[in-house]
């Protein structure tokens, strides 16, 4: 598999989800299929945030709630095509937060 790792996706206005789907092409460039699907998504809360951060789905319906990390433990969501293969659209995924500058570390993942 090979990583496409975005870094840090802040939220810079909370209710203004941030979509996943320009920065896996942008960060992706040439490794990406002709349909931009890739194999697996994961989700961190990026240690330090404030409030939840939302990992929002297809039609905007939230997905998964990532708490603020307590004690430098981080939670995270992980969506993968289960019968292998780049069948998963990035472009139906964005991420949300509920204070201003919070975020989470995304990962893309290509077959």
Known sequence: MIAIALGKVAVPTPGTPVQIGPLVVSAAGSALPPTGEVARIEVWA???????????????NGVAGLPAPVNGHSEHWCCHAPKGGNRISPSQFSI???SASDGAYVTAWLD
């Open 96 to 98: 949300d937060a509920a």
């Open 46 to 60: 990026v240690p330090g945030n404030a409030g939840v951060v939302t990992v929002k789905g297809p039609g905007g």
